[in-house]
């Protein structure tokens, strides 16, 4: 990061140079070399000092919703402001191509945030239902990235659903979710839905023996990317 910074500096492409800032930190946190975690603010820069662009903006949002969900963050992360000049960039046709990992990740909190917040479930809920279909309709639309973020999501809605999903079919939907991110090489991905399926198992199911094999199975797999 340091070396495309530099450079990026040297063309003139402040606007590039912050973007690529936010992520640099985004990594410090999650390699334990920050005392911050949703916070960035560390070795590359300092959220604090920023005079934000629009651009600009939307990447912070962006990365900061992503910094939430990795450390289980979700009120913040479901609460962060958007503002009226954001969505545009927010939209997967025409947006940013961070636009799907912004719209996963967001999504993931407001589930989340529906399990632990019974009180204002239909708020959480029609916010996540739309981005979950958001992401739907660019898997029908043949767009392979997101097929990991869809099969997690539908797992994580069908946990809601204690009416419709018997157990073993949220079971089976938590580790398709885990095999595809596998599959696809997205080894963060896989640890954080076999840490969503052990949440599930830990406090909905009841089940610790298969709470903790998921939730080390987690952690390794968090430990082979790099993060602390």
């Known amino acids: 990061c340091q070396a495309s910074i530099t450079q990026m500096v040297e063309l003139k492409e402040e606007e590039q140079a912050s973007h690529l800032r936010m992520y640099w930190q985004l990594y410090f946190n999650l390699m334990g070399s920050s005392n911050n975690t949703v916070e960035l603010s560390g070795k590359a820069m300092n959220e604090k000092e920023i005079v934000f662009t629009p651009s600009s903006h ?13 450390f289980g ?11 009226k000049g954001d969505k545009q960039y927010f939209k997967i046709k025409g947006g940013l191509m961070h636009a ?15 399990q632990t917040n019974k009180t204002k479930d239909r708020k959480y809920m029609a916010q996540a239902k739309r981005m979950h279909k958001e992401l739907t309709n660019s898997l029908k639309n043949k767009n392979p990235n997101v097929l990991h973020y869809v099969s997690l999501l ?12 018997q157990e073993d079919d949220v ?23 076999q840490e969503r399926f052990a949440d599930y198992l830990l406090n909905i199911a009841g089940d610790l023996q298969e709470a903790r094999y998921h939730i080390e199975g987690a952690i390794q ?3 082979n990317w790099g993060a602390m």
């Open 58 to 70: 939307v990447a912070f949002i962006c990365v900061k919703t992503i910094a939430c969900s990795l």
């Open 171 to 193: 079971r089976k939907l938590y580790n398709n979710a885990i095999i595809m991110s596998a599959r696809g090489g997205y080894v963060h991905d896989a640890a954080l839905a």
């Open 73 to 83: 963050m979700y009120e913040l992360g479901a609460h962060l402001a958007i503002e």
């Open 154 to 165: 539908n797992a994580e809605k069908a946990a809601l659903n204690q009416k419709k999903y």
């Open 100 to 114: 799907p990992v912004f719209l996963f990740h967001r999504c993931l909190c407001l589930y989340a945030m529906v």
């Open 221 to 223: 797999r968090y430990t």
